[in-house]
């Protein structure tokens, strides 16, 4: 049994399941805006309609990665509530090539987004999202996988003006 309360006869799930519990207990030293509950929910999903150990795991790799990118939006964003399109954009495109260590090809991303975009649907099921939100990230998919076999970029909208802006200085570097 997880933190969910959930049990799974699956023999795929538990070594996922100790890899989660593994990064939120030892890995993480924040507040994440993506919940354990919600990520260990959506591994038994997986496994309840019969999903294998590869696809367990990347799923939870994939949810991961999210919660990296997350951090990485600093206070562009106070909770799931306030992602936008373009952000699940950047998460498959800009975001993993300059994190993903050799860049990863078409298919890896487009699974990405689908993982995504499948988390967010449960998350909103169970209610961590409200219904307009997991419409908008349904939506987003949708738009990212209009033509087949490619990504299609979400642009972000022009500043208005107000907008926080945070920038990460190398002290003793000109910038």
Not at 28 to 53: K, S
Not at 71 to 88: F, K, N, V
């Amino acid at each position: 049994m997880d933190t969910t309360g959930h049990e799974t006869d699956s023999v795929v799930l538990p070594p996922v399941l100790r890899q989660v519990a593994h990064f939120y207990e030892a890995e993480v030293d924040w507040e994440t805006h993506i919940e354990r509950r919600y990520v260990e929910g959506f591994l038994h999903e997986l496994a309840n309609q019969g999903a294998n150990f590869e696809t367990c795991e990347a799923g939870w790799e994939t949810i991961r990665f999210l919660v990296w990118y997350l951090d990485h939006l600093g206070p562009e964003i106070t909770s799931l509530e306030t992602l936008r399109a373009y952000h699940l954009s950047e998460l498959v495109t800009d975001f993993t090539d300059r994190k993903v260590l050799g860049r990863i090809g078409m298919a890896e991303r487009l699974a990405m987004a689908a993982m995504v975009r499948d988390f967010f649907a449960y998350v909103t099921t169970a209610g961590g999202l409200s219904q307009a939100q997991g419409a908008m990230i349904a939506q987003a998919y949708q738009v990212m996988n209009a033509v087949p076999g490619q990504i299609t970029r979400i642009e972000r909208p022009e500043p208005l003006g107000g907008e926080t802006f945070s920038a990460t200085v190398n002290r003793g570097q000109e910038v």
